[in-house]
């Protein structure tokens, strides 16, 4: 079992986001120590956390997390990653076009010239 200190080294999640993961029982700890309330994780700890680390970089709410977390199956996974890719894709082609709209005005701005 690792202590919170070394568990959040493993994975790369702050001892707050650990302890507020903990709060909100998105990644609770597998044992807390009633004597000094350390809290213990272990390696099915770390593979929770290492999926929270992935949703959190496709930039998944929190409810979107836990709802993954909750559905233990992970059915509905693939569907909000599409989802997530979708949008990410029209934000692409949004920019893409503003990126285009700032050249052409730039473009007739130095016609003058």
Same mark, same amino acid.
Do not use: C, H, W
């Given at each position: 079992?690792?202590?919170?200190?070394?568990?959040?080294?493993?994975?790369?999640?702050?001892?707050?986001?650990?302890?507020?993961?903990?709060?909100?029982?998105?990644?609770?700890?597998?044992?807390?120590?009633?004597?000094?309330?350390?809290?213990?994780?272990?390696?099915?700890?770390?593979?929770?956390?290492? @999926?929270?680390?992935?949703? =959190?970089?496709?930039?998944?709410? !929190? %409810? /979107?997390?836990? $709802?993954?977390?909750? #559905?233990?199956?992970?059915?509905?996974?693939?569907?909000? @990653?599409?989802?997530?890719? =979708?949008?990410?894709?029209?934000? !692409? %082609? /949004?920019?893409? $076009?503003?990126?285009? #709209?700032?050249?052409?005005?730039?473009?007739?701005?130095?016609?003058?010239?």
């Amino acid at each position: 079992m690792y202590k919170v200190g070394e568990f959040s080294k493993m994975t790369g999640l702050s001892k707050e986001a650990l302890r507020y993961y903990s709060d909100i029982k998105l990644l609770e700890p597998v044992y807390i120590n009633p004597d000094n309330n350390y809290r213990y994780y272990d390696n099915g700890s770390y593979i929770v956390a290492m @999926l929270l680390v992935q949703l =959190r970089r496709f930039d998944f709410t !929190i %409810q /979107e997390m836990k $709802s993954v977390i909750e #559905d233990e199956s992970f059915a509905n996974l693939e569907n909000i @990653l599409r989802e997530k890719k =979708r949008k990410i894709e029209e934000e !692409i %082609q /949004e920019l893409s $076009s503003k990126v285009d #709209d700032i050249d052409e005005f730039l473009r007739i701005g130095n016609e003058g010239d």
